[in-house]
């Protein structure tokens, strides 16, 4: 199992937060693996064998082998069909607006082919990339790709990004009304400006930011007792801290640091 990431250029670090790449063998199990919400939209490329994703009902269907995924609000479920080899951009909360053909509400939890954003253009992407030799030529040629649909740094709203870092700042421990009065704007442009820029309102995003803290503790081995947990990300009770993380992990705290959620703790380790 291999998992790298790589920064993005200094044009592009306002909106990339990294690009990222997993290689797992054939001979890796073929099972469910759980991917969880982390805030953040990702444009993937799959040059191994296509996934599955699988549906609340239990049935699948194959997932594009190009996409941008868009903001997740509940447990994703997929299993590799094959040999893995992906190559992804990772944005910032805020990060991929500038590049949205579409509403970015649209693609809450689904995978939306490349051709269904970027028409034609798509094709010569997902050509170039798949064909590529080298993870640095496609960092090359994807940001190529970016910078060619970016305006300008302006086309970021700001008060998005300011909310979205100051919440990352914080890993996630402050209300909406906190945030809005901290930026000094009415709640309710807060979260307009939120679902048209980030896909999510402040609060999803607060609870999401909190809970990948919370990941990472459990992950590394960082608590001595699910109170402990609570009281640390600063939930109202053990009880809150449960609710908050069967809603985005659709298991209890004690199931998932049980369970062998190999791909969830993989992306828990980049930070």
């Given amino acids: 199992m291999s998992y790298k990431t790589y920064p993005p250029s200094s044009e592009l670090q306002t909106f990339v937060k990294c690009y990222w790449t997993l290689r797992l063998p054939k001979e890796f199990p073929a099972e469910k693996q759980r991917i969880l919400p982390d805030g953040c939209m990702e444009m993937i490329f799959e040059y ?20 941008v995924f868009g903001q997740i609000t509940e447990p994703l479920e997929i299993e590799a069909t094959g040999k893995t080899d992906i190559f992804a951009v990772r944005f910032h909360p805020e990060g991929f607006i500038p590049f949205a053909t579409i509403p970015i509400a649209q693609m809450e939890n689904r995978p939306v082919p490349l051709a269904e954003l ?16 080298t993870t640095a030529d496609r960092i090359e040629i ?41 930026l000094n704007i009415n709640r309710r442009q807060l979260e307009r400006k939120f679902t048209s820029a ?17 990941l990472k503790m459990i992950a590394n081995n960082q608590f001595t007792s699910l109170t402990a947990i609570a009281y640390e990300g600063n939930y109202y009770d053990q009880a809150h801290f449960i609710k908050d993380f069967k809603e985005f992990t659709g298991v209890s705290p004690k199931q998932f640091y049980a369970n062998n959620l190999k791909m969830s703790k993989l992306f828990l380790e980049e930070e």
């Fill in 48 to 67: 191994g064998d296509e996934y599955k994703q699988y549906r609340s009902d239990g049935s699948f269907f194959i997932q594009p082998k190009c996409m």
């Fill in 118 to 133: 970027f028409g034609s253009d798509a094709n010569q992407l997902e050509t170039e990339i798949l064909s590529a030799e």
């Fill in 142 to 182: 994807v940001e190529h790709f970016l910078l060619e649909r970016l305006v300008s740094a302006e086309s970021i709203d700001r008060i998005a990004k300011a909310s979205s870092e100051l919440m990352l700042e914080l890993n996630g421990q402050l209300s909406v009304n906190e945030l809005s009065d901290q």
């Fill in 198 to 214: 980030i896909g999510l309102s402040p609060k999803q995003l607060s609870k999401i930011i909190r809970l990948q803290a919370t």
